[in-house]
């Protein structure tokens, strides 16, 4: 019997089948490294995570991104590029605002917890450039002043990031839908519900409505809150209601 044919012992481990090496690139690890993201979440990302799956060494990535740090970076500009551009022109620009905002929930919601990314850091990307430029040319051409400008988008993204980061964290507790979560808020509820009332009115009698709302419907709430406070900074030629 020719060696090669000679069965292995069974109590040896079988061997790996080696990853097939694709054509290394930026766009190939950045494509990789979204699909790990998007697979196990972002504390699973590592440079040798993305060659692994690659088929390389880790070294080979630091050709095209110097650290993790800027291949996180990058990550995120890629997300970025999947939210439309706010639409200038829209006569409704209140509207086109808040479809602006559901649309770029609905993207970092999308891949797990990369949101996480763009915490306390201001995105310079060219795909975020290009969603900036879009979204205070919607505001400006508004009339709305620029500090005010510049500051709500900070503020909007920051309800946008926290959202998709919380959504995130849900899912790895076991609770991905509102069906999920159910149980969880019912405790919540009762535990508010039992409080002492002469300690707590309050809270015992909010205690049915601090759990009621999707996740959907509390976010759309945030949103309205924010850009239609915004829409009084608008000039009366900006078209706000």
Excluded at 25 to 41: F, I, N, P
Aim: charged share 20%; aromatic share 6%; glycine share 8%.
């Amino acid at each position: 019997m020719p060696a090669a044919a000679i069965p292995a012992p069974p109590w040896r481990a079988p061997r790996k089948t080696p990853a097939d090496r694709q054509p290394l690139s930026a766009e190939a690890v950045l494509s990789t490294a979204l699909r790990l993201v998007d697979r196990d979440g972002l504390d699973a990302l590592s440079m040798r995570r993305v060659a692994q799956e690659l088929g390389t060494g880790a070294a080979s990535l630091y050709a095209y991104f110097a650290n993790k740090d800027e291949l996180l970076e990058q990550l995120l500009d890629r997300v970025v590029g999947e939210i439309p551009l706010p639409d200038g022109g829209a006569a409704d620009w209140v509207g086109e605002v808040k479809r602006s905002c559901y649309a770029s929930r609905e993207v970092f919601c999308s891949h797990r917890d990369l949101a996480k990314v763009a915490r306390a850091s201001i995105p310079v990307g060219p795909n975020s450039l290009r969603y900036t430029e879009a979204l205070l040319g919607l505001l400006r051409g508004a009339g709305i002043p620029d500090r005010i400008a510049a500051w709500a988008m900070d503020q909007m993204a920051m309800v946008i990031i926290a959202d998709a980061v919380e959504q995130a964290i849900h899912a790895d507790l076991g609770r991905r839908t509102e069906a999920d979560a159910a149980p969880y808020l019912a405790q919540v509820h009762d535990y508010f519900a039992a409080l002492p009332a002469d300690e707590f009115p309050n809270l015992v009698a909010v205690a049915p409505t601090m759990i009621q709302g999707s996740g959907d419907e509390r976010f759309a709430f945030a949103i309205d809150i924010m850009v239609d406070g915004l829409a009084r900074h608008a000039a009366p030629a900006g078209g706000a209601a």
